[in-house]
C-alpha cells in the first residue's frame, strides 16, 4: 500500500524543494551495494528531486545499531526529511520482530523530535514469496506519515533488477528512487 495513515486523517509531509535536506537512512539497500555510489537510490534520489540528499547507509547494519548512529546524523544534517530503509539484516539475522519495531520506533521519534518528516519503506522478510512484514504498515500507521511496503519486494522480486541474491543493481536502484520521489511528490 503507498502511503497508510494515522487516525487523524491523512498527514502529509512538507514539500520537498532544492533547499530541502534529505537523509536516507538504513543499511547495504541505501548505501548502494551492486552498483556505483552514482548509480546508488540516494544519488539518483537526489537528481530526481533537485536537492541535497545524504546517503546514510551502512552495509550490514542492524536497526539497534541504526539508533545509535542517528541522532548524530540529525544534529549533523538537519534533514526536512528522512526516508527510513531499515530492518532487513535483523531478518536475515532472524532477530525477533518486536526488537525491529522497538528499533524503528526510536528511530522514527528521533526522527521526528529533530523536526524532521518520516517515509518508511517496507523491507521483505527474505524467503521464496518477498513480501515486507505487517509491522512495517503498522508502525507507520501508528506515527501517521507516508510508507511504501511494495516498491522494494517488486524490486527485489525480478532477477534482471539484482547485482546478486540480496541486492539491486543500477536499474533496481533507479526504480527504488523513483518510487521514493513518486511516494514524496504524492504526500506533500
Not at 104 to 115: H, K, N, V
Not at 155 to 173: E, F, M, N, Q, R
Amino acid at each position: 500500500t503507498l502511503g497508510l495513515f494515522g487516525c487523524g486523517g491523512p498527514k502529509t509531509i512538507k514539500p520537498v524543494t532544492s533547499d530541502s535536506v534529505v537523509l536516507a537512512f538504513g543499511d547495504s539497500l541505501t548505501s548502494g551495494i551492486g552498483a556505483e555510489q552514482e548509480e546508488s537510490y540516494p544519488s539518483v534520489l537526489a537528481r530526481l528531486l533537485g536537492c541535497k540528499v545524504i546517503n546514510a547507509g551502512i552495509p550490514g547494519e542492524v536497526t539497534e545499531e541504526g539508533c545509535d548512529r542517528l541522532k548524530a546524523l540529525l544534529e549533523d544534517h538537519e534533514p526536512d526529511l528522512v526516508v527510513l530503509c531499515h530492518g532487513g539484516n535483523d531478518m536475515l539475522r532472524r532477530a525477533d520482530d518486536a526488537g525491529i519495531v522497538r528499533h524503528l520506533r526510536r528511530m522514527i521519534e528521533a526522527a521526528q523530535g529533530s523536526g524532521a518528516d518520516v517515509i518508511l519503506l517496507g523491507v521483505p522478510r527474505p524467503g521464496i514469496f518477498l513480501k515486507a512484514p505487517a509491522f512495517y504498515a503498522e508502525t507507520a500507521k501508528a506515527y501517521g506519515f507516508p510508507y511504501d511496503g511494495k516498491l522494494l519486494p517488486k524490486i527485489l522480486s525480478s532477477p534482471g533488477l539484482k547485482s546478486d541474491a540480496i541486492h539491486p543493481d543500477a536499474d533496481g536502484y533507479r526504480k527504488m528512487a523513483e518510487g521514493v520521489a513518486a511516494l514524496i511528490r504524492k504526500n506533500s
